[in-house]
């Protein structure tokens, strides 16, 4: 309404209507208008490690966007609580690259979430989340990988299947496709889940039974692709995992992982 009253019949500029924001709110509101006006910068926070300690569980937040925007923490706890914390743009505007927010002792992590009710453009939603049992999981898949499996999984366990195995794992370059063998039992009703890291855009998966007939296959345009089967014999299948986009020129990390009921 003031900014109207102030430009009524005038031929104010962008720069006007921001400055009308500023000088109302008393505050130096640049940063937003060049970041999203300006600018063609990103945000994306994510949450870098959680680490229980004798004193309590600190989360390490990382800015690895350019765009400076509070990072809204949701953190649910083993009994079921929640708990709500925000790391304040001003820590980035600063020049932080990191932030920590802890969680007293006694109180045990399970999840925390960046941006639960996404209230903001992030451009990876992959890495706004972990889990505590994805630390279960081997390290040596990424942690939003980890993150991922963990997530879909608890989809299928809500459909009666449970994990059989560990998950398998690698790296690939886009149009590069790699293969795993995994042992299946005839007559079993198994599905196969998998999830690339935040820079991966779209997996296939196939999968070819002991005689290499195909038995089932995801090419859907995703990065999570799921089948779901029953194996027709006992024996080594042949599960291939199709990178078709990939962002970095050294490869997208990948997981998958196999559910039977």
């Not at 500029?13 to 709110?25: G, K």
């Not at 949701?74 to 927010?101: F, K």
Request: hydrophobic share 35%; aromatic share 8%; net charge neutral.
């Amino acid at each position: 309404r003031e900014y109207g009253r102030r430009w009524l019949g005038k031929h104010p500029t962008p720069w006007d209507f921001w400055n009308t924001f500023n000088d109302l709110s008393r505050r130096d509101l640049s940063w937003f208008w060049r970041s999203w006006f300006e600018e063609t910068w990103t945000l994306d926070h994510a949450v870098a490690a959680v680490t229980p300690g004798p004193r309590g569980t600190e989360i390490l937040v990382r800015d690895r966007g350019d765009v400076p925007m509070p990072a809204r923490l949701t953190i649910t706890l083993a009994n079921g609580d929640t708990l709500r914390r925000e790391v304040p743009v001003a820590t980035w505007l600063g020049g932080a690259r990191t932030a920590t927010v802890s969680v007293p002792r006694g109180r045990e992590v399970a999840r925390v979430e960046i941006d639960a009710e996404q209230g903001f453009p992030d451009v990876s939603r992959k890495n706004n989340v972990w889990t505590r049992d994805a630390e279960r999981l081997p390290p040596s898949l990424p942690l939003v990988v980890r993150n991922e499996i963990v997530r879909l999984g608890s989809g299928l366990s809500a459909r009666g299947y449970r994990p059989e195995g560990d998950p398998l794992g690698g790296s690939s370059a886009t149009r590069v496709t790699e293969s795993r063998s995994i042992a299946l039992q005839g007559g079993t009703a198994y599905a196969v889940v998998a999830v690339c890291d935040d820079a991966c855009g779209d997996l296939d998966l196939r999968l070819l039974d002991p005689s290499s007939a195909l038995v089932a296959q995801d090419q859907n345009p995703d990065d999570t692709p799921v089948l779901t089967f029953t194996a027709p014999v006992t024996g080594s299948y042949r599960l291939e995992v199709g990178m078709f986009d990939c962002r970095t020129l050294s490869g997208c990390a990948w997981g998958a992982r196999v559910f039977r009921r």
